[in-house]
């Protein structure tokens, strides 16, 4: 999905709204239902067939904004309400091409058939006006479509189907996605994909603002990706000041999180590699949960090191106590990891996506913010990029004294390569020692809460880690103080 499409557009209206009135202190139930009729003021819909349905949306837009489900329980018939961290917005919900498999023009009235010969069900029929598929008989299984000559059945697919590789998104009886939670690892790939923006995550935006007002010590821990989000100058030094601004105590960056979890997983992959077992990288969630809820089989050979987020937020509690910590990133995935971490969690989850919102709500723009001093070796911030988590582990085992010509890293960039990785290490044939897994293409800097174009994204990364080889991780850590912190996931 474009970064400045206009489903983006209308959610960064809804955040922005939410945190305006939430930093005024006037948001309740009746400023909540202004805020339909403030984003579209006339009769005219912008988007949709009337302009109710179009308020209806961002009502339901402004429950995920506060943290709550698109529509009440008691509002919804057969249809289970969860908490899940990405929800299916039903009143956007619409659109998609109800049956998946359509006959277009193209159809030649052929003499061969070779449709409905392929097809084991019936479901198609020769009329004078081309071939006809009976959608009630249709078992969607693409024969007809392979078998055609001239390509003139169409594979309608729905988007959120076709960008969830795990097989999660099914379509009820109302004719809306359902997410099974069983299957889904959060990723965001089918809230990226939707053309309407019918699927979107869960917000902690308002319980963050209630805690910033408060007398609480608020910690924002920024994710690596987080360089050229804001601009292409905008640094994690810069970004740091007006997250101060904002009102956060103070800003650690996750990056030093990233260099712990690189020296703890270079010590793991030494040992393992000694007696010729295969691991695989920790730190992104959505990899995590591909795992566990798909290759069950290779648990064992996860790392059991805690993901830079965890770690960081580790040390924070460590220094200081109390203290209430905020992760802010482009990763919806994390949402769903903060809730399963047994300690060391953050207390709330912020994408770069809702970040953006309370930022513009209170006027203060990072590009104009002078830089802020920050901790953290090029090898930590390079965790934001494809193969970026693998140079920085090899890093430490050559820092730790190990032998990195004979150790073998595998990066595998997005959902489809881990696949490809995790079957091969299933079969005994993994040839490398160690699989980096990152679910979205390119890296974290991908991940669906970005807001910068990845190409800019890219560009801030390398110039970021650029000449900087040399940077010591124990040394680092060391100087602040981050040996002492518990980086084991169990």
């Given at each position: 999905m474009e970064r400045n499409s206009d489903?983006?557009?209308?959610?960064?209206?809804?955040?922005?709204?939410?945190?305006?009135?939430?930093?005024?202190?006037?948001?309740?139930?009746?400023?909540?239902?202004?805020?339909?009729?403030?984003?579209?003021?006339?009769?005219?819909?912008?988007?949709?067939?009337?302009?109710?349905?179009?308020?209806?949306?961002?009502?339901?837009?402004?429950?995920?904004?506060?943290?709550?489900?698109?529509?009440?329980?008691?509002?919804?018939?057969?249809?289970?309400?969860?908490?899940?961290?990405?929800?299916?917005?039903?009143?956007?919900?619409?659109g998609c091409p109800i049956n998946r498999f359509q006959v277009t023009e193209n159809c030649q009235k052929c003499m061969m058939k070779s449709c409905q010969s392929a097809c084991a069900f019936g479901a198609i029929t020769i009329t004078p006006r081309g071939a006809y598929i009976d959608q009630s008989k249709c078992h969607e299984c693409g024969k007809c479509a392979e078998a055609c000559p001239y390509h003139a059945i169409a594979d309608l697919m729905r988007p959120c189907k076709r960008a969830c590789e795990v097989n999660a998104i099914t379509i009820g009886s109302d004719k809306l996605a359902i997410i099974d939670e069983a299957k889904c690892i959060h990723c965001g790939h089918c809230a990226d994909a939707c053309p309407f923006g019918a699927i979107s995550d869960m917000s902690q935006i308002t319980e963050v603002i209630a805690h910033i007002q408060s007398d609480k010590k608020v910690i924002a821990v920024p994710a690596p990706a987080v360089e050229g989000q804001f601009g292409p100058q905008v640094t994690i030094g810069r970004l740091t000041t007006a997250l101060k601004e904002l009102g956060f105590y103070d800003v650690f960056e996750v990056a030093l999180g990233g260099d712990a979890v690189s020296y703890n997983e270079a010590k793991e992959l030494i040992e393992v590699h000694a007696k010729g077992g295969k691991m695989t990288t920790s730190c992104c969630p959505a990899f995590v949960n591909l795992i566990r809820k798909h290759y069950p089989q290779l648990s064992a050979r996860m790392s059991n090191t805690v993901s830079p987020m965890v770690a960081v937020v580790r040390w924070v509690r460590e220094n200081i106590p109390g203290a209430y910590v905020v992760f802010i990133g482009p990763c919806m995935a994390k949402k769903a990891e903060a809730k399963t971490e047994v300690e060391g969690e953050p207390d709330a989850v912020l994408t770069f996506e809702e970040l953006n919102a309370m930022l513009d709500a209170c006027h203060i723009d990072p590009t104009q913010c002078p830089e802020s001093e920050t901790y953290a070796t090029s090898f930590g911030r390079r965790f934001s990029g494809s193969g970026g988590v693998a140079a920085a582990v090899m890093k430490a085992v050559a820092e730790l004294g190990g032998d990195v010509n004979e150790i073998k890293t595998k990066p595998c960039s997005g959902i489809k390569e881990c696949k490809v990785g995790l079957a091969m290490m299933k079969a005994n044939k993994l040839t490398e020692d160690i699989i980096e897994g990152m679910i979205c293409e390119g890296g974290c800097i991908a991940g669906p809460g970005s807001i910068a174009p990845l190409a800019q994204l890219k560009a801030a990364r390398m110039n970021k880690i650029k000449g900087k080889d040399n940077d010591n991780i124990t040394k680092m850590l060391e100087s602040q103080d981050f040996m002492k912190v518990n980086m084991e996931r169990e």
């Open positions: 489903t983006r557009q209308i959610k960064y209206e809804v955040l922005r709204a939410v945190s305006e009135h939430m930093f005024r202190g006037d948001l309740n139930e009746e400023t909540m239902e202004q805020i339909p009729f403030q984003i579209i003021p006339t009769a005219t819909p912008r988007y949709r067939c009337c302009v109710y349905k179009e308020r209806e949306i961002i009502r339901q837009r402004i429950r995920l904004a506060t943290g709550r489900a698109p529509i009440p329980a008691h509002n919804i018939e057969h249809r289970k309400v969860s908490d899940n961290v990405i929800q299916v917005i039903p009143a956007a919900c619409e």
